[in-house]
């Protein structure tokens, strides 16, 4: 081995040194340029996901009952108007139920125009509208929560048995047809959360 070959092993290393020392300042320098930008990577912890918060829909629960209760007064009126018709008087609320489910009365045809008109398909008391009107009350109460589905769902069937003994036997078919298309609703959120 000669002379030549140590020197150029010297020289190779100081080269390396020199370039190692450029290197580092130029990384340092770069290092300077990007954390002057603005930019900051922040990597996030692993595992942490963020839940939902769900809020009840105060306005709109506000809105359908006050739509609610305007519609139900106006119920009231036609059939104690048809009752005061025929010579007859309610003695509390709760017998106006009793009073249609009956069936003993006669309704004047202004009476029934009207009431035919609220149950139609596409009318306020038909069975779309109705169950719509349900379903966005029970969305509203829990603020869309998926996972309050069949709390809402067994608390409509509650009210639906509810109305049912209150009427003193079994509702007439627009209720039925509307109890099932109440229950596909749910069924189709169901769906949707999962």
């Not at 996901?49 to 709109?60: M, N, P, Q, V």
């Not at 609320?93 to 009365?105: K, M, Q, V």
């Amino acid at each position: 081995m000669g002379v030549n070959g140590i020197t150029n092993g010297v020289s190779t290393a100081a080269a390396y040194s020199t370039y190692s020392t450029a290197k580092k300042s130029s990384d340092a320098e770069v290092t300077k340029e990007e954390n002057s930008s603005g930019v900051v990577y922040e990597s996030s912890s692993a595992g942490t996901e963020s839940k939902k918060t769900y809020k009840k829909d105060s306005a709109l629960i506000a809105k359908l009952k006050a739509d609610a209760d305007a519609r139900t007064a106006q119920f009231k009126s036609l059939v104690e108007q048809m009752i005061a018709n025929q010579g007859k008087t309610l003695g509390k609320t709760d017998s106006i139920w009793s009073f249609l489910a009956s069936g003993n009365f006669t309704v004047d045809p202004a009476v029934k125009a009207q009431a035919q008109k609220d149950i139609a398909e596409d009318g306020y008391w038909g069975v779309e509208q109705t169950s719509s009107r349900i379903i966005d009350f029970a969305t509203a109460l829990t603020g869309g929560d998926p996972d309050k589905i069949e709390a809402m769902r067994d608390a409509f069937k509650k009210g639906f048995e509810q109305a049912t003994r209150t009427w003193g036997g079994k509702l007439p078919d627009i209720s039925q047809k509307t109890y099932q298309a109440v229950m596909d609703k749910f069924d189709k959120l169901a769906e949707k959360a999962n």
